[in-house]
C-alpha cells in the first residue's frame, strides 16, 4: 500500500533555531500534501495544504512566514519551523493523498515527527 | 459552519463490542473516514464510506447514513491492542478533511 515517511522523527532544538521537517511519499504520487499539528490530547490541526508546484494554503491562524512549506515535487514536501519557540513543541504530521486514486481520496499519514523546542 | 461530533472517551472490555458514533455537518460530502490513533503514533486509515450502509472489513465495521449526517464505527471482539483513539473525519465539497476531537477508546481486562 501507499507509504509515506517522515524525517526526522523527533527533534530537540534550542529556542531561536529554524527547523525541517521533509515528507515524502514512497511509492505514489501526491499532488496534495496535508501539514498537521497535534497538541498532547488534543485532535489534529490542519495547518496547510501543500500542492505541488504552487503556494501552500494556509489556515486561519497559521503564520504562513513562520511555518513555510515548499512542495517541489511530487514525492516531497518540507515544512520548516522558522524562529522555533518552546509554544511550537509540538507532534508534526504530514499526510499525502494520491494523485491517481479517483475517488477513494484516502490521506496517508506519515508517523510524524515529534519537535521539542527548549 | 463545519462541524463534528464524537465521544470523548469511553471504556469497553475484551472481547465484547463497542460502537463509536459521529455526526457531521460539512459543505458538501465526499465521504467519511474513520482514523485509528494510538498514542504518540499518527492516524492509521481504518475505513471510508461514501454511501449509505456498513461497510465491514474483519472484525471492524462502518456505517454511514448521509441524510441523517451520522456515522458509526462498530468494533467487535475487541482486544487489549484496539485501545487507541478513534477519530472520525468528513470530507467536504473541497476534498478538505474535516477532524473530529477522536474518541479514546479504553479496553478493560
Known amino acids: 500500500g501507499a507509504v509515506v515517511s517522515q524525517h526526522p522523527s523527533w527533534v530537540i532544538c534550542k529556542s531561536g533555531t529554524s527547523v525541517k521537517i521533509e515528507c515524502r511519499s514512497l511509492d505514489f504520487q501526491a499532488t496534495t500534501m496535508f501539514w498537521y499539528r497535534q497538541f498532547p490530547k488534543q485532535s489534529l490541526m490542519l495547518m496547510a495544504t501543500s500542492n505541488e508546484g504552487s503556494k501552500a494554503t494556509y489556515e486561519q491562524g497559521v503564520e504562513k512566514d513562520k511555518f513555510l512549506i515548499n512542495h517541489a515535487s511530487l514525492t516531497l514536501s518540507t515544512l520548516t519551523v522558522t524562529s522555533a519557540h518552546p509554544e511550537d513543541s509540538s507532534f508534526y504530521i504530514c499526510?499525502?493523498?494520491?494523485?491517481?486514486?479517483?475517488?477513494?481520496?484516502?490521506?496517508?499519514f506519515g508517523p510524524g515527527t515529534r519537535l521539542t523546542v527548549l | 459552519g463545519q462541524n463534528i461530533d464524537q465521544p470523548t472517551e469511553m471504556t469497553a472490555t475484551e472481547g465484547a463490542i463497542v460502537q463509536i458514533n459521529c455526526t457531521y455537518q460539512?459543505?458538501?460530502?465526499?465521504?467519511l473516514f474513520w482514523y485509528q490513533q494510538h498514542a504518540g503514533e499518527a492516524p492509521t486509515f481504518l475505513s471510508y464510506n461514501v454511501l449509505d450502509g456498513l461497510e465491514e472489513k474483519g472484525r471492524f465495521s462502518s456505517f454511514l447514513s448521509r441524510s441523517k449526517g451520522y456515522s458509526y464505527l462498530l468494533l467487535k471482539e475487541l482486544q487489549m491492542k484496539d485501545s487507541a483513539s478513534y477519530l472520525c473525519?468528513?470530507?467536504?465539497?473541497?476534498?478538505?478533511?474535516?477532524w473530529g476531537a477522536g474518541t479514546k477508546l479504553i479496553i478493560k481486562p
Open positions: 499526510s499525502a493523498r494520491d494523485a491517481l486514486a479517483g475517488d477513494y481520496n484516502e490521506q496517508v
Open positions: 473525519a468528513a470530507m467536504d465539497s473541497n476534498y478538505q478533511l474535516i
Open positions: 460539512t459543505s458538501g460530502f465526499n465521504g
